[in-house]
């Protein structure tokens, strides 16, 4: 499939204050590199034409001779500083792309997104304006009060976690993000929720994969250590 007009956007600015380690999430070891390296390893492999990278300012040095250069990841071609909030960090990313038809957003902490997702992700975009990748959840979710009793049950059949990437007509959530910017608005939590304010697309969902994890945890690294293993099992 090609893919040389489509741009990812690899997100890495992210303190990861959950996973209780003074080096951030995406820069912990998984398997003798990286956590970040999957991610933009995976973009190479399913070869999308540009990668962004963007990280905080004083790991920007760092991400591009240690784990570009050291790894020989070709297809990337900016390393950016990230904002206060994600939207800010995407922000910038976004300003970063030169050109691109599909743009993917995806987060550098979710090292086992597949090429069989990012390729689906840009067909889907490019066909529908706009698409996340999410798995429906396995759980009964409770809608809860500020006084931790439930309230709600909604029916889960209806219920999707949501991943990464989510992907987008490049102009046309550039166009929304520029709009949300200039409203103000602190409350988005993904980038589906700025095209669904902001744009002029309804936002599809494709099938992910459940180990397509975010690590944020100590937990999810345990989780992520196993799949690693299976997956190099399997090579």
Same mark, same amino acid.
Not at 42 to 68: H, R
Not at 209 to 225: H, R, S
């Given at each position: 499939m090609d893919m040389s007009n489509v741009a990812a956007i690899v997100l890495a600015a992210g303190q990861g204050k959950r996973m209780g380690t003074s080096t951030a999430k995406q820069f912990l070891d998984l398997g003798g590199k990286p956590?970040?390296? !999957?991610?933009? @390893?995976?973009? /190479?492999? $399913?070869? =999308?034409?540009?990668?962004?990278?963007?990280?905080?300012?004083?790991? #920007?040095? !760092?991400?591009? +001779?240690? &784990? =570009?250069e050291r790894y020989g990841i070709s297809n990337v071609k900016a390393v950016v500083s990230g904002g206060k909030e994600r939207y800010h960090s995407v922000y910038n990313g976004l300003q970063a792309v030169k050109q691109a038809e599909v743009v993917m957003i995806h987060d550098g902490a979710r090292p086992f997104v597949t090429t069989d997702i990012i390729e689906n992700s840009y067909k889907t975009a490019k066909e529908n304006g706009a698409c996340v990748a999410g798995v429906p959840v396995k759980d009964t979710i409770k809608v809860v009060n500020d006084q931790g009793v439930a309230v709600q049950t909604p029916e889960r059949s209806s219920l999707w976690q949501i991943q990464t990437p989510q992907s987008f007509i490049y102009e046309e959530i550039c166009k929304a993000y520029e709009k949300m910017m200039n409203a103000e608005d602190t409350a988005i939590t993904d980038d589906?929720?700025?095209?669904? @304010? !902001? *744009? /002029?697309? +309804?936002?599809? &969902? &494709?099938? *992910? %994969?459940?180990? %397509? #994890?975010? #690590?944020?945890?100590?937990?999810?690294?345990?989780? $992520? +250590?196993? !799949?690693?293993?299976?997956?190099? *099992?399997?090579?």
């Open positions: 956590i970040l390296y !999957y991610s933009l @390893r995976a973009f /190479e492999k $399913a070869k =999308v034409g540009t990668v962004v990278l963007v990280t905080s300012e004083d790991a #920007i040095s !760092y991400c591009q +001779k240690e &784990i =570009v589906a929720m700025v095209m669904e @304010r !902001y *744009g /002029e697309r +309804k936002v599809s &969902i &494709i099938e *992910g %994969n459940y180990c %397509n #994890i975010k #690590i944020t945890t100590p937990e999810d690294m345990l989780v $992520a +250590k196993a !799949y690693l293993q299976q997956l190099e *099992g399997r090579e």
